[in-house]
Antibody
Framework: EVQLVQSGGGSVQPGGSLRLSCAGSGFIFGSRWMSWVRQAPGRGLEWVANIKTDGSEAYYVDSVRGRFIVSRDNTKNLLSLQMSSLTVEDTAVYYC?????????????WGQGTVVTVSS | NFVLTQPHSVSESPGKTVTISCTRSSGGIGGHYVQWYQQRPGSGPTTIIYEDKERPSGVPPRFSGSIDPSSNSAFLTISGLRTEDEADYFCHSLKVFGGGTRLTVL
């Protein structure tokens, strides 16, 4: 069974840092683009970042570029999102997602989500 | 950049068929694959359609996806509606998500 299991997250004060992780299983992790998507309370879905199969390229939404870093370890089937200089606007449930094919944005499986709360 | 516009809500009776639209504001709908995600209350999204019309394993054929270049829209059709289909449905293409459609089955 293809699975993405997330960990990390929690509560932090503005300006703080958090690291999210996403462990993949049941598929060849290194063959798929991986992405992070977030959902603020009561809002819709927002693409945050993605990373190429071999980790050589990563892309970010403008609002997080320079503050978030997406990385992956294909030997451990692990995707990570290092978040720093967090603001209250980053409060959301964060999901990892895998692409179903060569298209980085054609998500076919999602993680269960992890809550990030930024508050003073 | 472009916007994906969905109806805010739709409702239909059990056993009936409903179609949810997703209209792209600029650029061709066929330019990039469209995905559809279901999000039940209190749960995360799950993929029900990817690459315009493909279903992940475990998604029943009651769910189908299509695109119509003439209206620059994608469509999610759910037939044989069940109460368990009540959820929010989001379309997605490239890095843009639609605002979501609340489906009520009553």
């Amino acid at each position: 069974e293809v699975q993405l299991v997330q960990s990390g997250g929690g509560s932090v004060q503005p300006g703080g840092s958090l690291r999210l992780s996403c462990a993949g299983s049941g598929f060849i992790f290194g063959s798929r683009w991986m992405s992070w998507v977030r959902q603020a309370p009561g809002r819709g879905l927002e693409w945050v970042a993605n990373i190429k199969t071999d980790g050589s390229e990563a892309y970010y939404v403008d609002s997080v570029r320079g503050r978030f870093i997406v990385s992956r370890d294909n030997t451990k089937n692990l995707l990570s999102l290092q978040m720093s200089s967090l603001t209250v606007e980053d409060t959301a449930v964060y999901y990892c997602a895998k692409s179903g094919s060569w298209d980085p944005d054609a998500f076919d499986v999602w993680g269960q989500g992890t809550v990030v709360t930024v508050s003073s | 950049n472009f916007v994906l516009t969905q109806p805010h809500s739709v409702s239909e009776s059990p056993g009936k068929t409903v179609t949810i639209s997703c209209t792209r504001s600029s650029g061709g709908i066929g330019g990039h694959y469209v995905q559809w995600y279901q999000q039940r209350p209190g749960s995360g999204p799950t993929t029900i359609i990817y690459e315009d019309k493909e279903r992940p394993s475990g998604v029943p054929p009651r769910f189908s996806g299509s695109i119509d270049p003439s209206s620059n829209s994608a469509f999610l059709t759910i037939s044989g509606l069940r109460t368990e289909d009540e959820a929010d449905y989001f379309c997605h293409s490239l890095k843009v998500f639609g605002g979501g459609t609340r489906l009520t089955v009553l």
